[in-house]
């Protein structure tokens, strides 16, 4: 029989830092919420609220398009 482990509760971290928007020019804070594949990492995942995911997900798109970012890695 499993025991179910104490899991600490995800927190938006963009909310915590108080961040008024997502910069589509900061890649390293961007880098984080990708794999190393390229793909976008989800809320489930990485635990940023709905509002600042869609953010994120669109500051990602944006840094991709200009060449900051890669659409994927091999």
């Excluded at 600490?8 to 971290?13: A, M, P």
């Excluded at 910069?23 to 190393?36: A, W």
């Excluded at 793909?39 to 840094?63: D, F, N, W, Y």
């Amino acid at each position: 029989m499993q025991q179910k482990r104490f899991q600490r509760r995800k927190f938006c971290r963009f909310c915590a830092d108080k961040v008024p928007f997502i910069d589509y020019k900061d890649t390293k804070t961007l880098r984080n919420y990708m794999t190393e594949r390229g793909k976008v990492l989800s809320r489930k995942m990485t635990g940023t609220c709905p509002t600042h995911q869609r953010e994120l997900t669109g500051a990602i798109k944006r840094a991709r398009t200009i060449a900051l970012l890669p659409f994927m890695e091999r």
